[in-house]
């Protein structure tokens, strides 16, 4: 089991939350041999710290002509470093920049980059807990971005490359991600990665089935944990067994 803090967004990572985080999970009983607190052999486990490994990526990328630079103004982009979901996932890119000429420059800072995706592919998976699952690319999904102009690498490129530095064999993890997996499946790809197993669980909802999320104000594992409620009574209100 492995613990990687993936605090790539300046705006909503800090190292209170992290700390903060570990300290609920370890609460609810759940352990890992590697992580940012006890280290381990493919570390550092925090991806802010692993900048270079992102670079490299982007580099292989861009020769291998996956990539290219994306001008388009989007208040959307501002969300490509965090996990999306079935509420905020990104609308079809429609390809704007796509034939723009060819621009030359050793590091991706100052602009967009999107990875192009092959249109009309059909994207499989044999979802370990949602059995198979598929899309075609450029349909339920367009070119995403893999870098920000800010220099900050996207969600799906920094998680890919670091899923494979990791050796990650199993990922578990919220059925809202299913798509980005197909996402990650044409960058692993394109790297010469192997993908590991994916087991994507059901999102455990609220009483009126929004998805339970800080940005609403949904119950959280400390709040649980001081209104007076045991581990136990966690786990069995989350449906685990
Ligand atoms: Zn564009």
Redesign the pocket.
């Known amino acids: 089991m492995i613990l990687r803090n993936e605090d790539l967004d300046p705006q909503r990572s800090r190292a209170e939350f992290a700390r903060a985080m570990m300290e609920d999970l370890r609460w609810l009983g759940i352990h890992w041999t590697e992580g940012p607190d006890c280290g381990g052999p493919y570390g550092p486990y925090v991806q802010s710290e692993r900048g270079a490994h992102y670079l490299e990526a982007w580099r292989r990328l861009r020769e291998g002509g996956f990539l290219y630079p ?3 103004s989007r208040k959307d982009l501002a969300q490509a470093a965090s996990a999306p979901n079935d509420a905020d996932d990104e609308p079809v ?1 429609p390809g ?2 796509r034939e723009r000429k060819h621009v030359d420059c050793a590091d991706p800072a100052g602009l ?1 980059w ?1 990875f192009r995706v092959p249109d009309g592919e059909p994207i499989e998976l044999l979802d370990l807990n949602l059995g198979r699952q598929r899309y075609v690319a450029g349909r339920d999904f367009g070119d995403f971005l893999v870098w920000r102009r800010d220099d900050v690498p996207a969600y799906q490129l920094a998680v890919v490359v670091d899923d494979a530095a990791m050796r990650i064999t199993e990922v578990v993890r919220g059925a809202d991600l299913l798509k980005s997996t197909a996402r990650q499946l044409l960058l692993m790809r394109a790297l010469d990665d192997t993908a590991p197993d994916y087991f994507h669980c059901e999102l455990v909802r609220d009483t009126a089935g929004m998805r339970l999320a800080k940005r609403h104000d949904a119950l959280s594992i400390r709040h649980l944990r001081e209104s007076g409620l045991t581990a136990e009574n966690v786990l069995e209100m989350a449906g685990c067994p």
């Open positions: 994306c001008i388009c890119y704007t920049c967009n999107r």
